[in-house]
């Protein structure tokens, strides 16, 4: 365990943080597979309401740094894909 007053500082803002990115990345995760179940059902109403929030959510996955700029376009890119085959 650490023993300096910054190392201490440290670790607790390393598991704020962390905590922080597991909320972000879990409610991320829910999105897409909420988005990938109307695409599955062929619920064509319920893609088109779920489309935008899902962007929306995967851009400020990006500005909060938990994934990377081409990661989310590519995830972007697919869902719209396969939103646009669903029609």
Known sequence: MAS??????????TEKRTQRNQVQ???????????RGALK??????AQALLKPTTT???QAVRKGILHANT????????????????
Request: net charge positive; no cysteine.
């Open 4 to 13: 300096h007053k910054s190392a201490l500082k440290r670790i607790k803002q």
């Open 72 to 87: 989310a376009a590519r995830y972007k890119s697919r869902l719209t894909v396969a939103y646009n085959a669903l029609a």
């Open 25 to 35: 990345t879990t409610e991320l995760r829910h999105q897409i597979r909420k988005f």
């Open 41 to 46: 059902a062929k619920d064509k109403a319920a």
């Open 57 to 59: 959510i995967i851009d």
